[in-house]
Every structure is written in structure tokens, then in C-alpha cells.
T-cell receptor
Framework: DAGVTQSPTHLIKTRGQQVTLRCSPK?????VSWYQQALGQGPQFIFQ???????QRGNFPDRFSGHQFPNYSSELNVNALLLGDSALYLC?????????????FGEGSRLTVL | DAKTTQPNSMESNEEEPVHLPCNHS???????IHWYRQLPSQGPEYVIH???SNVNNRMASLAIAEDRKSSTLILHRATLRDAAVYYC???????????FGAGTRLAVHP
């Protein structure tokens, strides 16, 4: 039973560039959430996708966008990268009909913006 | 969202019990108390959760105060692998959205 997988694991970009991060949820899960974790801080909620639509969003600018595909996998896109976007980006999956607070996280994609 | 307060860091010796405290004085009646931990270079992982009664599972025990304004995550015999950041989170439903604080960084010494 595959868990949550994310790619790439590490990447380096320069200011102003765009980045796409990918996530495959745990088998059987239909909801994907994305979190940003700056160094030394707890993860911060970016947004959540269900049925290919953004269902709720945290306090992040429109430069952060996402997509969910029919197979439930998801992408996180960040445009016009800033130095402050350097962080670990975590994907978490869950089941829409089990609103229990139990999320399954991937190991994250570490983005460095130079 | 109701907030939690945890110590920034704690230390323990291997094979000793560890009690990780969490204060949540503004908890509401519908808030569940969740604990997650994040091992180095990994994403957070679910540890345990409870509402009013103490809870046990294979990873840990959760002791909840009678007034629910505080709780304690108990690791019965710490191992080196338990060195991680532990997050105490209140969750009352709502699309499985979790609000993380800074957590407690636990160091385990041989």
C-alpha cells in the first residue's frame, strides 16, 4: 500500500521563476492538502483539493495555485518566486468522508530560491 | 481556532518515560486533541487523538485533564527514534484542516 509520494524531493530555483510540485495521495484517498513549512516552524496550510476543485485556502497569495487530477493526484504551482518561498512543501492526503483530523503526509519537496 | 501552548524543547534519556505537556485553555467542547510528530527529514505523522478519556495505542498514551484545558502525550520508553518535533493540535472538524504550532522538539540521549 503506497503512502503519499511527492516529487521532486529537492529543487533549486531563482527569484522570479515558476515551480511545480507533484503529489500522489495514499491509495484510496480522494483529498489532497498542501502545507508550507519554513525552517524551524510548523507547517502552514496552503489549500486543499477535492473533486478537482480548491475547497478551502489558507492565507497565501494568488501566486500559489494548484490542481487536482481525476486520479486524485495533485500539483502545487508557485509563480514569481520570492526568496521567502524557500521552504519544505508538504502534501497530505485524506478521505472526504472521514473528517477525523487524521492526515497522511509525504516526505515533502524542499524548495530553495536563490 | 483555539490555540495550544507547548514547551519549545525537552530532553529525555533512552528507555525512560517522556511526558510532553500541552495547554489548551480555550478548548471548546467539540475540539479533539490530536498529536502528530515529525521525524527529521520526514513529513508529520499521526500519533494519537482523544476527546475526553485517556487513550492508548501502540505508539503512545494520551492523558487528558478532567477540565480538558491540558493534556499530556506519554511515551512509555523513549528510544532514539522518538527524537522528533511533537505537535499538539485541536481539531473540531472541517475538511481535515490542521493548524500546526511550533511544537516541542524532543531530544533523546543514549
Amino acid at each position: 500500500d503506497a503512502g503519499v509520494t511527492q516529487s521532486p524531493t529537492h529543487l533549486i530555483k531563482t527569484r522570479g521563476q515558476q515551480v511545480t510540485l507533484r503529489c500522489s495521495p495514499k491509495s484510496g484517498h480522494d483529498t489532497v492538502s498542501w502545507y508550507q513549512q519554513a525552517l524551524g516552524q510548523g507547517p502552514q496550510f496552503i489549500f486543499q483539493y477535492y473533486e478537482e476543485e480548491e475547497r478551502q485556502r489558507g492565507n497565501f497569495p494568488d501566486r500559489f495555485s494548484g490542481h487536482q487530477f481525476p486520479n486524485y493526484s495533485s500539483e502545487l504551482n508557485v509563480n514569481a518566486l520570492l526568496l521567502g518561498d524557500s521552504a519544505l512543501y508538504l502534501c497530505a492526503s485524506s478521505l472526504v468522508d472521514r473528517d477525523t483530523g487524521e492526515l497522511f503526509f509525504g516526505e515533502g519537496s524542499r524548495l530553495t530560491v536563490l | 481556532d483555539a490555540k495550544t501552548t507547548q514547551p519549545n524543547s525537552m530532553e529525555s534519556n533512552e528507555e525512560e518515560p517522556v511526558h510532553l505537556p500541552c495547554n489548551h485553555s480555550t478548548i471548546s467542547g467539540t475540539d479533539y486533541i490530536h498529536w502528530y510528530r515529525q521525524l527529521p527529514s520526514q513529513g508529520p505523522e499521526y500519533v494519537i487523538h482523544g476527546l475526553t478519556s485517556n487513550v492508548n495505542n501502540r505508539m503512545a498514551s494520551l492523558a487528558i485533564a478532567e477540565d480538558r484545558k491540558s493534556s499530556t502525550l506519554i511515551l512509555h520508553r523513549a528510544t532514539l527514534r522518538d527524537a522528533a518535533v511533537y505537535y499538539c493540535i485541536l481539531f473540531s472538524g472541517g475538511y481535515n484542516k490542521l493548524i500546526f504550532g511550533a511544537g516541542t522538539r524532543l531530544a533523546v540521549h543514549p
